[in-house]
């Protein structure tokens, strides 16, 4: 017999939470200084857990934005900053939802051009044009060790 956990939304998007505050151990980098094969098992697990929360809090909406953000601003922070442990955190305020990845390690994430052919260095582009679409910005704080960003809330969320 197996027995099956079912949570129930949030009845509306209260204004002003937090959503989400998760911390996870990429664990050790390989010998030549990638990152090693459980940062990128971390990055699905985080992306995962961000969508769930988002739901449970009424923002549903923007699955596939948070996807795409989540994805992106942490594979950053894995495959960039050199930290063994990174940082998730998603809250709504002023009517935008608010997504931190936090890696502890100083270090400006800058948009940069890709070449046609280059197989990365398209992620910060997108998270660019995700959050200008959702009438949001993006940036970093603390002298580069958070990277974030912010959409706005779609008002049938707001209800």
């Known amino acids: 017999m197996t027995t099956t956990a079912v949570r129930t939304p949030l009845a509306g998007l209260r204004r002003d939470q937090d959503v989400l505050k998760q ?25 995962r857990i ?10 549903g909406a923007l699955t596939d ?3 795409l953000l989540v994805s992106e601003l942490v594979t950053n922070a894995v495959l960039h900053s050199g930290t063994l442990k990174v940082g998730l955190e998603m809250a709504v305020k002023d009517g935008f939802l608010d997504i931190a990845v936090i890696d502890g ?5 800058t948009l940069k051009e890709a070449d046609e052919d280059a197989e990365s260095g398209r992620g910060l582009a997108l998270v660019e044009m995700v959050v200008k679409e959702r009438g949001g910005a993006w940036g970093t704080r603390d002298a580069g060790a958070t990277t974030w960003c912010r959409l706005a809330v779609p008002e049938e969320a707001e209800k």
């Open 50 to 59: 961000a969508v769930a929360r988002i739901r449970y809090h009424g923002l």
């Open 23 to 47: 911390w996870v151990d990429i664990g050790p980098r390989q010998a030549d200084g990638t990152p090693g094969r459980a940062a990128a098992h971390y990055v699905g697990v985080l992306r």
């Open 105 to 109: 390690m100083p270090g400006v994430a």
């Open 65 to 67: 934005e948070v996807m």
